[in-house]
């Protein structure tokens, strides 16, 4: 029987073929995108998590495009990997924000937050950009590759933020058999390597982490934001409730706290006001979605995990300490590798 070392040496090839398509797009080591996290995913992660072989990813969020720029130029002094940008579609500056990424030479765009329009594809891809945006569902990934993207990114709701109602092994099933034209990466709940291989056997190009990278040693995130997900159980991370139909919340998938239990009482007491009529409706959904104004920043960057916004995906239950972001890579591949070598000694 082979001891460890055989299987490692012997499964380590079969392992890169498998990434090899994802690695190559992104220009990489390693087929793992950097999920773009607001606050969260700036200079100093995106840079290590592209120094680590992986492709950090700036969330511009509500960025302006000066802010951006400057962004853009500190990662780079950082660091002489690849990483990319990640766009808001909503954000209404954003044919500016474009120009900023293609000024800088900024090798990926990641569109996010709705399905871009082709014009905005075009003028990135136009730029020499190459554009990744998310696909939740197969009717829309089918559109956006029609549209030009050059890669999408798929992701279930297992993952931290706001996020769809579909899980990730459900839209792997739907999506993977039939996109064939464009690398897709997966992203939502991966958290060990053993997942990214068994996605990667089905047809995935590579993985998107968030969560994983948020408590790593680079993150900016404060001590008391790391230590709510070392403590935190994957039961913990949910998504927030909608108490009425009449007044829609977006879903967003995070640890359960005295903010949450608060927007609970908040979204009861406004419908009462609403009901008295005391609030029109259009005061009454402004009064729910101004709730979280500056919540995740309470939580990311101040430490107020009890009433800020702590997002966090199902794979928090999987963060079991501070660790440096190559660690966290090289855990992943080398569980990827064993898996695969364990199972060549089964065949």
Not at 30 to 42: D, F, K, P, R
Not at 154 to 172: F, K
Request: proline share 4%; glycine share 10%.
């Amino acid at each position: 029987m082979p001891d460890a070392m055989d299987q490692t040496l012997a499964a380590t090839p079969r392992f890169e073929a498998l990434q090899q398509r994802g690695a190559a797009f992104l220009g990489t080591r390693h087929a793992i995108l950097g999920g773009a996290m607001s606050w969260v995913s700036e200079r100093h992660l995106v840079s290590a998590i592209s120094n680590a072989g992986g492709f950090g990813v700036i969330a511009c969020g509500a960025m302006t495009p000066a802010l951006l720029e400057s962004e853009i130029e500190a990662t780079r002094a950082l660091t002489s990997e690849p990483f990319g940008v990640n766009l808001i579609t909503m954000h209404p500056q954003l044919d500016e924000l474009v120009r900023v990424c293609l000024r800088q030479r900024v090798g990926h765009v990641v569109f996010a937050g709705g399905i871009p329009s082709s014009t905005h594809i075009k003028a990135a891809k136009d730029g020499g950009a190459k554009v990744v945006a998310f696909a939740p569902a197969l009717v829309l990934a089918k559109r956006l590759v029609k549209f030009g993207v050059d890669a999408l990114v798929i992701e279930g709701s297992e993952a931290g933020g706001h996020i769809g109602p579909v899980s990730l092994t459900v839209l792997a099933q739907e999506i993977l058999p039939h996109i064939a034209e464009v690398p897709v990466f997966v992203a939502g709940g991966i958290g060990r390597g053993e997942a990214m291989l068994g996605y990667l056997e089905m047809g995935a190009a590579g993985v998107q982490l968030g969560t994983m990278f948020a408590a790593a040693t680079e993150s900016i995130a404060h001590e008391n934001f790391k230590k709510a997900f070392i403590r935190a159980a994957a039961r913990d991370a949910l998504p927030s409730v909608q108490l009425d139909e009449r007044f829609p919340v977006i879903p967003v998938r995070g640890l359960i706290n005295e903010g949450t239990r608060r927007f609970m009482r908040h979204q009861a007491d406004i419908v009462q006001k609403f009901q008295s009529g005391d609030l029109d409706k259009n005061a009454a959904q402004l009064e729910i979605e101004h709730f979280w104004a500056g919540a995740l920043r309470r939580a990311v960057i101040e430490g107020d995990v009890e009433n800020g916004s702590v997002m966090a995906g199902q794979s928090v239950g999987m963060v079991t300490a501070v660790r440096p972001v190559a660690e966290i890579v090289a855990a992943l591949r080398a569980q990827a590798i064993a898996a695969l070598g364990a199972r060549g000694t089964r065949d």
